[in-house]
T-cell receptor, first 115, second 114 residues
């Protein structure tokens, strides 16, 4: 069964450094998303992406965040200058056109720790 | 705007006993409803979903949920839990148009006691 994959599974970085989180969505999906889950808190929406542009973003997704689909398979989240409060689990998700696109399938997540 | 309320942050239950995890939602538009499960140190796995039709939906691992529009609820049930069901369960909604953000509840930790 096709699934969303994410790399790395864990990332430790110093405050102020740039990080890039990578995702490979399900191959025939067209809609891509990033969410994050701060430890002990609920999963929060960051951004959605379709047709090579952002379709919606939350107030969390400020100028230090960016997303890109650099090729036909990868979907990336870049944090330009990490802060301590960026420490969280980051989930990528994708949904397809068939079946209404309503069901988002999530990857296993990247646990980011900012020191 | 939408919101999802999971009033029970933790639910302890003995093995082989039934369980119900409660979920209520609020939305000004029609929504689709989901339950996701997160096993320790893992990602989010889709358990079941309600899009339309029969209000009783069945999912994986013997779970089922019932959509109640008048009570704006989507409670998750299992008649007999196993140790392996120990996990965190998230109720979630999305506008029925799809392709939009999922709004999650705060999660309920199910602790199955041997």
């Amino acid at each position: 069964e096709p699934e969303v994959t994410q790399t790395p599974s864990h990332q430790v970085t110093q405050m102020g450094q740039e990080v890039i989180l990578r995702c490979v969505p399900i191959s025939n999906h067209l809609y891509f998303y990033w969410y994050r889950q701060i430890l002990g808190q609920k999963v929060e929406f960051l951004v959605s992406f379709y047709n090579n542009e952002i379709s919606e973003k939350s107030e969390i997704f400020d100028d230090q965040f960016s997303v890109e689909r650099p090729d036909g398979s990868n979907f990336t989240l870049k944090i330009r200058s990490t802060k301590l409060e960026d420490s969280a689990m980051y989930f990528c998700a994708s949904s397809g056109r068939t079946g209404g696109g309503e069901t988002q399938y999530f990857g296993p997540g990247t646990r980011l720790l900012v020191l | 705007a939408q919101s999802v309320t999971q009033l029970d942050s933790q639910v302890p239950v003995f093995e082989e006993a039934p369980v119900e995890l409660r979920c209520n939602y609020s939305s000004s538009v029609s929504v689709y409803l989901f339950w996701y499960v997160q096993y320790p140190n893992q990602g989010l796995q889709l358990l079941l979903k309600y899009l339309s039709g029969s209000t009783l939906v069945k999912g994986i691992n013997g779970f089922e949920a019932e959509f109640n529009k008048s009570q704006t609820s989507f409670h998750l049930r299992k008649p007999s839990v196993h140790i392996s069901d120990t996990a965190e369960y998230f109720c979630a909604v999305i506008n029925s148009g799809g392709y939009q953000k999922v709004t999650f509840g705060t999660g309920t930790k199910l602790q199955v006691i041997p």
